[in-house]
Structure formats: structure tokens, C-alpha cells
């Protein structure tokens, strides 16, 4: 069983920071469990485009208000407390913040850490290099 906290992360190298976010990587591919989980902070008044090409997420919103825009059909959503996005279909999208938002986050396959985006807002394919050689 592994028990962390966030305040024990905060500072690390678990902690990545981005033009337009934080991300805290609670579990990383590290962890070998199939997935990771992040607490991320989008910055208010900031618009993030992604396209995990590579990955699906699922995003529950915990803190904030902002503005999903499925870029692919144009189609918006709000984003609030208790709202949840999952991007099952590679989707190209944009998280626009109209307050701070705070995002718990997780990604199949795991994310190893060291992924920043790309210029097209994508995290490359990283794996852990097996504990079996
Ligand atoms: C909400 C979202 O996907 N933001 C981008 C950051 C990503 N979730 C991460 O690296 O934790």
C-alpha cells in the first residue's frame, strides 16, 4: 500500500509545471498499477489545447469554473464542481479557466512523469523501463 499526501509532493519533481498549469502526480507508471492520477491547477484566465493522442484521461473538476470546448465538433460545456470530461475518443480539445480550476486527472496508460506537451498539446508515448530488465 502506498499513502501519500499532496503537501509531501508540492516542490518535487512530481510537481510540473506548465504555461498554463500545475500538475501533481499523486501515482505515476512508476507505481505500475495501469494508470496515473493527478491534482492539476489550471491557471485563471488561461486556454490549454490538448490532444492526448497517446492516452485517455477522464477530468473531474473539483474547484472553479471554466469552459470545455470539444475542438473537433465545436460543441462547449461548462465545467464546474462535479462536472467530468472523458476523452475516450483521442479528442482534440481546449480547457479554457474562467477561475482558477482544480482538476483530479487520470491517465491510461500511466504517465511516466517526464511528459510535457508537445506543440500540439500532446504527451508522447513514455514507458518505465520494466522492473523485470
Ligand atoms: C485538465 C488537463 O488535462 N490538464 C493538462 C494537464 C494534465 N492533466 C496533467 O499533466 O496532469
Known sequence: MIVRTLDEIVGTDRDVEAPTFKSRRLVLAQEQVG?????????AGSETNMWYANHIEAVYCIEGTG????????????????TMYLLDGHEHHTLRALTQLRMVCVFNPAL??????????????????????
Do not use: C, I, M, W
Open 67 to 82: 469552459e470545455l470546448v470539444n475542438d473537433e465538433t465545436g460543441e462547449k460545456h461548462p465545467v464546474a464542481p462535479g
Open 112 to 133: 511516466t512523469g517526464r511528459e510535457v506537451h508537445d506543440e500540439n498539446g500532446v504527451y508522447p508515448l513514455l514507458t518505465e523501463p520494466s522492473s523485470q530488465g
Open 35 to 43: 494508470f496515473s492520477l493527478h491534482d492539476t491547477v489550471l491557471f
